[in-house]
């Protein structure tokens, strides 16, 4: 079931709405409808929906003004509004859904269809992460890199890491036989998986400890195939002292 709550000051669109979602969508669950703005945000913050209607227009409080009161907001909001105004081009620019007044049942269909895929990606998203944090935990174990991929995971040899490097976010895994992957994953998430022969040099950069050719006093350190990384000024001590 997908539960929803309908906030709108005007009775009949609030009747309205919540019979067009009843008609069109048996599988919603409306737990409460609400024409006064400040209860509703009583509401929605101990009893966080699915998806959240919310008119834009209203006395007291208007959508905008609901919506900055409610502790992380991490729900579906559709706005439904009886102007074509500026509001409309920021829902646009933002990949907002909503409806104009009176509301059309295509335009209601698609603005919900669009509500249920994102609901759809943040489960599938929150199940591979949940599947990765246990994988993380056995993956050291098991001597491999696991890597998140849009065709599902790779596992990858530790021995076949030359070196992680992150940058803006994101991670890229230089591989032997210069190939590489990039992961949405930060570095943070890697450095979990490895084991005692990686090195973190410097905060955006981990290398493999058995690939190392050489290093250099002005601060490098070389790898197979004169891959040369950074070694941060607080790290020089403690990595010439592996070696002593």
Request: proline share 3%; glycine share 4%; aromatic share 10%.
């Amino acid at each position: 079931m997908i539960d929803a709550i309908l906030v709108d000051d005007e009775e009949n669109a609030l009747k309205s709405l919540a019979l067009k979602i009843n008609r069109f969508y048996p599988n919603f669950n409306i737990i409460n409808t609400f024409q006064n703005p400040t209860e509703a945000v009583a509401f929605i913050n101990n009893n966080k929906p699915d998806i959240l209607f919310l008119d834009v227009e209203m006395p007291v409080l208007s959508g905008f003004d609901i919506l900055a009161e409610i502790e992380n907001p991490d729900f579906e909001i559709i706005f439904v509004t009886a102007y074509n105004n500026y509001a409309i081009e920021a829902f646009r620019h933002c990949a907002i859904g909503y409806v104009l007044k009176p509301i059309d049942n295509d335009e209601l269909n698609s603005a919900i269809n669009s509500a249920l895929k994102n609901i759809e990606q943040k489960n599938n998203l929150s199940k591979n992460n949940a599947l990765l944090e246990l994988l993380i935990e056995k993956s050291a174990i098991a001597n491999k890199l696991i890597v998140p991929t849009n065709k599902g995971l790779s596992f990858i040899a530790f021995d076949k890491v030359m070196h992680i490097e992150g940058y803006d976010g994101y991670t890229r895994i230089h591989l032997t036989g210069n190939s590489e992957i990039i992961s949405s994953y930060n570095i943070g998430k890697y450095e979990k998986m490895i084991d005692d022969n990686f090195f973190k040099c410097h905060k955006s950069h981990i290398i493999n400890l058995q690939k190392i050719t050489a290093f250099e006093k002005e601060g490098f350190i070389i790898l197979e195939g004169e891959k040369r990384v950074p070694v941060s000024k607080t790290k020089r001590k403690e990595f010439i002292d592996l070696f002593s």
